[in-house]
């Protein structure tokens, strides 16, 4: 349990960051600090690991003030991701993941099977990854590192500073989703820094809203959504209540049955139709058609509205439409997407309701 | 190509002196940059974490690289009050400090402030911090300073030959005494190479620690310090007595007859350091013990030492009294009797144009004095008893006036690029180069005759020395000066065989 009480930072040119922040972040729940740039969110998260020290206020974990623990034995127990990723480049991925627990005196058996369990974890094979540089690595598989580098040495808290704002949408929404399930297996107390309210709302356990170094609303997202404290909660969360009105982006799947990497395209069943192609950049190459690839100009956006896609549906022949930005195929929208957003969008008002 | 094939049979020849070079040319190298590199590293990584004292330190370190470096040789001189391999490596050492202070202070102020930041948020100490990810990312930036700095050092050593440092710069000083180009080759190529070879070295351990391991690092240099370290393992017997001389053949080849006269006499253990660049660096070695005893003129010590003028007509005998006393009282040294050659300055023109203008004495080119241009050595030009007393005495003040060193002069009135040069009288130049020299018809050159000059404590010290020394009083004819001084500038004899053959031909070893 992390407490913030009446925490307030003002820098050396005046500038008032954090106003009056009191918060207490529950053991194992995922906790969003969110805010235009400049709300003192950033500011905030580094203070937790004092990378920023308060100018007044006191923050306790487990009880204990920041200030009575040791300070490199406290960093070893918060697990810090960063925006920029950061990993070390002079280091390969083993000895990036490694740093924590070599300082913690580790034995070179348990660094190293914590090391193939970490990268397990997020899919990168040990066997190909281990002794790669980073530079070697694309994004996705960098930050994907940049995480369990955190998760190391099994630490109790994880705080992440806007940890997928560089990386491509689908990157980001595939380590989002494996943000979350590692949380719900693992079990950590996560703060989690965004300016992204999609993300937020995807993720988030409970909601911080900021706005110049105040808290304007803390709730869980559907709190936020449907009881928005004002006008400015309401504009920056935007309109959500009309399911109608979602962009198919939310929707879609990113791994669709619906869809077959070109060079797979011999060995893939016919069913289920249609199936869509694309080369190994994604790029969109058409339909399938008995092994042939077949132009396909059907097609929807990822911001495109649910109610226009269905009408795109209706006017041609398909179970399923791709999802195209900029030429590449970056998931595919079914009826089977749309049925389970419906039921959980339902599930979340009929919460209002009762 | 023949040039390149006298550099090779000159190799042959001296390949004792050759190897010899090397090694003080590769030892003084590497120390100065050892030391350049374990102030500027530190020092760098010091200033990355003070910001607010870099910029004034980095200038600083600047403002040294800025003054030339024979100014710099020449300013550690005076500030150590020593010559040779110490304070060339001082200079050196300064000289190089700026690139790595730089590229070090550089390299670690621009790592990555968010990979500085995963760091210290994942709870590295400050060292560690600076150890695992800091240095080995700056590594490349503080390789290429370093690299910089070497090859500055290696040229730059060549020069400390002038403050009797030794290295391959010896070569380089003889070959222009000489106007030799085969022993600025010998001297030139190798410091190229050599500083190629040691770039080589410093570019592979790069390449192989890779910006990440520190191992191969730290190998290159632990290598290097004990290439450094080696003499002071090796016995290193101090001489009991040093004689010095002045740049070129005949200073040389006396100093080494001193050498052998006293080695054959008693039983002190000899050195000769000879290859001073002026009077004034013999004698400074000389107030400063780094030298025991070193030959010098008699008309030198009585104007330029003493800064007394010798009066027109003054006759061998009254020069040399004047000065030996002059020494005694200003300065408490032992001046011994003098050899008889005099190897007085004289102005000395092309044959065939002295004939042409009919020139035969000073006075005759009183006419001249805008068509015709001297090439005076830098002493020369600013010695009463040189081109101050030719304006004063002759009343004679050129137009046009180069100042080039003393090797260079006898090739420039050849080609003629000067018509005039101050000449000396025992120079093997004056025949090989059938140069006509100009009677000092209004005395002015007062004689000049090389005596021993040494502390009086030296003397008292070893009284023997007296006798020893005054064996050469009114020895050696001009001729047979000119002859030795032939040998060695015109055959490339060895000094220390020509000085060993004059005194076995005449009787001294009986």
Known sequence: MITFESITKTFPDGTKAVDDFTAEIKKGELFVLIGPSGCGKT???????????????????????????????????????????????????????????????????????????????????????????????????????????????????????????????????????????????????????????????????????????????????????????????????????????????????????????????????????????????????????????????????????????????????????????????????????????????????????? | ???????????????????TLLWEHIHMSLLA???????????????????????????AAAVLQTIPSLALLGFMILILNEIGTFPAVVALTAYALLPILRNTYTGISEVDPAVKEAATGMGMSSFRRLRKVELPMAIPVIMAGIRTSMVLIVGTATLAALISAGGLGDFIMTGIDRADNAYILLGAIPAALLALFFDFILRVTEKTSKGKALTPVAAVLGAALLVVALPLFS??????????????????????????????????????????????????????????????????????????????GSTEEEVYERAAKGMAREYNMAYLEPMQFNNTYALAMREKQAQKLGIETISDLGPYTDQLTPGFTFEFANRQDGYLGIQEVYGLTFENVETMDAGLRARALEVGEVDIIDAYFTSADIVEYNMRVLEDDKNLFPPYQGAPLMKQKTLEAHPELERILNQLSGEITNEEMQQMNYMVDYNDADPSIVAREYLTDNGFFD
């Open chain 1, 43 to 354: 500011t905030t998260l580094k203070m937790i690991n004092r990378l920023i020290e308060p100018s007044s206020g006191s923050i306790r974990i487990e009880g204990a003030d920041l200030t009575r623990w040791n300070l490199q034995e406290l960093r070893w127990n918060i697990g810090y991701v960063l925006q920029q990723i950061a990993l070390f480049p002079t280091m390969t991925i083993e000895e990036n993941i490694a740093v924590v627990p070599e300082m913690r005196k580790w034995s070179k058996n348990q660094i190293s099977d914590r090391v193939d369990e970490l990268m397990n974890m997020v899919e990168l094979d040990p066997s190909v990854y281990r002794r790669r540089m980073p530079k070697e690595l694309s994004g996705g598989q960098q930050q994907r590192v940049g995480v369990v580098r955190a998760l190391a040495s099994d630490p109790d808290i994880l705080i992440m500073d806007e940890p997928f704002s560089a990386l491509d949408p689908i990157t980001r929404e595939q380590l989002q989703k494996d943000v979350k399930e590692l949380q719900s297996r693992i079990q950590k107390t996560i703060v989690f820094v965004t300016h992204d309210m999609d993300e937020a709302l995807a993720i988030g356990d409970r909601i911080c809203l900021m706005e110049s170094g105040r808290i304007v609303q803390t709730g869980t997202p559907h709190e936020l959504v449907h009881h928005p404290a004002d006008d400015f909660v309401r504009d920056f969360i935007g309109d959500r209540t009309n399911e109608w009105d979602t962009p198919v982006k939310k929707m879609m799947s990113c791994k669709s049955e619906h869809s077959v990497n070109v060079a797979d395209l011999p060995n893939s069943p016919l069913y289920p139709a249609p199936m869509y192609i694309f080369d190994s950049d994604y790029h969109f190459l058409g339909r399938s058609r008995e092994g042939e690839i077949e132009d396909h100009s059907v097609t929807v956006s990822p911001e495109t509205m649910l109610k226009k896609a269905v009408e795109y549906f209706e006017t041609s022949d398909v179970d399923a439409l791709p999802v195209i930005e900029n030429g590449k195929l970056i998931g595919v929208l079914s009826y089977k997407d749309i049925v389970r957003y419906m039921q959980q969008f339902h599930k979340e008002s009929g919460k209002e309701s009762v």
């Open chain 2, 235 to 312: 016995f290193n017997q101090k001489p009991d007595l040093v004689i010095g001389g002045k740049m070129g053949a005949e200073p040389e080849i006396i100093a080494n007859m001193y050498h052998h006269l006293i080695e054959n006499e008693t039983d002190l253990n000899v050195e000769v350091q000879s290859g001073f660049g002026s009077t004034a660096a013999a004698f400074n070695a000389l107030q400063v013990d780094e030298i025991d005893i070193y030959p010098e003129f008699t008309g030198t010590a009585l104007t330029a030492l003493l800064d007394q003028t010798a009066s027109p």
């Open chain 2, 33 to 59: 940059l050892l030391c350049a590199v374990f102030i500027s590293v530190p020092l760098g990584i010091y200033l990355s974490r003070k910001k607010r004292v870099a910029e004034p330190v980095i200038g």
């Open chain 2, 1 to 19: 190509m023949g040039v390149f094939q006298e550099m090779l049979d000159l190799f042959q020849n001296r390949q004792n002196m050759f190897w």
